[in-house]
């Protein structure tokens, strides 16, 4: 199996205007220790990344926005044939910025929705008038002809929320909506007591899949929630299901589950080469090798691509090729990488453990 990097998320920027319960940096105003980089460090990534693949680049943070020079490195990228998008809270935007992402040629934004309220949304990002400004965002992209996609994670704390989450990202008219299942990284470490137990993280799958079966008008994906393509594939032989998952050109899912280190990686504000966002062990670091050398030589990337050497369920699971286990939740939960997925519940035919 080749793997290739199709879709890189780049910390361009640590700081942030929000303090959301599960942020995977720990963001805040300030630099903290992990200051931003310049575009002319911007630049040489750049290059170095368009030497060896064109993968989708997504400018993200903390808040990308709160970088006067966003446009600049999203210009430079578009010009080396990079699909450039970015992802934001929306908090920040206005027509000029709506100006900068078109004149810059950014392809596709990602939101942040929470919630289907201001009061649950507001409290999962920890702001008063977050909702309001990702709201005024959404109104912005659509007056702009911008496309833009919603991103939502849930803990027990907003999953009340996720059909009125779904409806709403359809109402506002975006071109796709991915249900995140929150892995406990970064901020996210203080809500362990939060996250959506095992039993109600297979309710949420068996919904969403009834309800990406009947809709038409929009992507919809779990992320971070890989045994969902076990179950699309089990439905299909229990039921005999007609289930089609939808594409999206920026999508990087399909009908694979953890991607990490196969297809995507993350690039932090320092410079380390993580196999996914919620993922705190780094592959390598860009400002000690290329990216092409810490993509095919990194250990860490290797042992991910292994799916023998998994352990437990997930190594002897029919399904491994198509789902993997969440290697993030696996080490977040067990301290080891390459431990079975915990949240999944399913027994292999030939399990013996």
């Given at each position: 199996m080749?793997?290739?990097?199709?879709w890189?998320?780049?910390?361009?920027?640590?700081?942030?205007?929000?303090?959301?319960?599960?942020?995977?940096?720990?963001?805040?105003?300030?630099?903290?220790?992990?200051?931003?980089?310049?575009?002319?460090?911007?630049?040489?990534?750049?290059?170095?990344?368009?030497?060896?693949?064109?993968?989708?680049?997504?400018?993200?943070?903390?808040?990308p926005?709160?970088?006067?020079?966003?446009?600049?490195?999203?210009?430079?990228?578009?010009?080396?044939?990079?699909?450039?998008?970015?992802?934001?809270?929306g908090?920040?935007?206005?027509?000029?910025?709506?100006?900068?992402?078109?004149?810059?040629?950014?392809?596709?934004?990602?939101?942040?929705?929470?919630?289907?309220?201001?009061?649950?949304?507001?409290?999962?990002?920890?702001?008063?008038?977050?909702?309001?400004?990702?709201?005024n965002?959404?109104?912005?992209?659509?007056?702009?002809?911008?496309?833009?996609?919603?991103?939502?994670?849930?803990?027990?704390?907003?999953?009340?929320?996720?059909?009125?989450?779904?409806?709403?990202?359809?109402?506002?008219?975006?071109?796709?909506?991915?249900?995140?299942?929150?892995?406990?990284?970064?901020?996210?470490?203080?809500?362990?007591?939060?996250?959506?137990?095992?039993?109600?993280?297979?309710?949420?799958?068996?919904?969403?899949?009834?309800?990406?079966k009947?809709?038409?008008?929009?992507?919809?994906?779990?992320?971070?929630?890989?045994?969902?393509?076990?179950?699309?594939?089990?439905?299909?032989?229990?039921?005999?299901?007609?289930?089609?998952q939808?594409?999206?050109?920026?999508?990087?899912?399909?009908?694979?589950?953890?991607?990490?280190?196969?297809?995507?990686?993350?690039?932090?504000?320092?410079?380390?080469v993580?196999?996914?966002?919620?993922?705190?062990?780094?592959?390598?670091?860009?400002?000690?090798?290329?990216?092409?050398?810490?993509?095919?030589?990194?250990?860490?990337?290797?042992?991910?691509?292994?799916?023998?050497?998994?352990?437990?369920?997930?190594?002897?699971?029919?399904?491994?090729?198509?789902?993997?286990?969440c290697?993030?939740?696996?080490?977040?939960?067990?301290?080891?990488?390459?431990?079975?997925?915990?949240?999944?519940?399913?027994?292999?035919?030939?399990?013996?453990g």
């Amino acid at each position: 199996m080749e793997f290739i990097p199709k879709w890189i998320a780049w910390e361009i920027t640590r700081r942030c205007n929000l303090k959301c319960v599960h942020c995977r940096s720990s963001s805040t105003l300030e630099v903290d220790g992990h200051p931003d980089f310049s575009l002319a460090e911007a630049k040489r990534v750049i290059d170095d990344i368009v030497s060896y693949a064109s993968p989708v680049m997504v400018l993200s943070g903390g808040e990308p926005l709160m970088r006067d020079d966003v446009f600049d490195i999203a210009k430079y990228g578009t010009d080396k044939g990079l699909r450039m998008c970015l992802a934001t809270n929306g908090a920040l935007v206005t027509d000029k910025i709506c100006a900068g992402i078109k004149e810059s040629g950014i392809k596709m934004v990602s939101l942040s929705l929470d919630g289907d309220t201001a009061e649950v949304h507001d409290d999962f990002r920890n702001q008063s008038g977050a909702f309001a400004g990702m709201m005024n965002a959404a109104k912005l992209f659509r007056a702009n002809d911008i496309p833009f996609l919603i991103n939502s994670s849930f803990t027990i704390r907003n999953k009340e929320s996720i059909p009125g989450v779904y409806r709403l990202a359809k109402s506002l008219g975006a071109v796709a909506w991915y249900m995140f299942m929150i892995v406990p990284t970064g901020r996210g470490e203080d809500i362990m007591a939060e996250l959506v137990p095992q039993a109600m993280y297979d309710e949420l799958l068996e919904w969403h899949y009834e309800m990406e079966k009947h809709e038409d008008e929009i992507l919809v994906r779990p992320t971070c929630a890989p045994s969902y393509y076990r179950l699309v594939l089990e439905k299909k032989k229990e039921l005999g299901d007609d289930f089609k998952q939808r594409s999206l050109k920026f999508s990087t899912g399909g009908s694979k589950g953890c991607l990490a280190g196969q297809m995507i990686c993350l690039i932090d504000v320092d410079g380390n080469v993580l196999p996914c966002s919620y993922f705190p062990l780094a592959a390598g670091n860009i400002r000690e090798q290329s990216f092409k050398d810490i993509w095919e030589n990194s250990k860490l990337f290797h042992d991910m691509r292994d799916f023998k050497a998994y352990k437990g369920r997930c190594g002897a699971c029919e399904y491994v090729n198509v789902c993997g286990g969440c290697r993030a939740r696996a080490y977040a939960m067990t301290g080891d990488y390459m431990a079975e997925e915990p949240f999944c519940k399913h027994i292999p035919r030939n399990y013996k453990g």
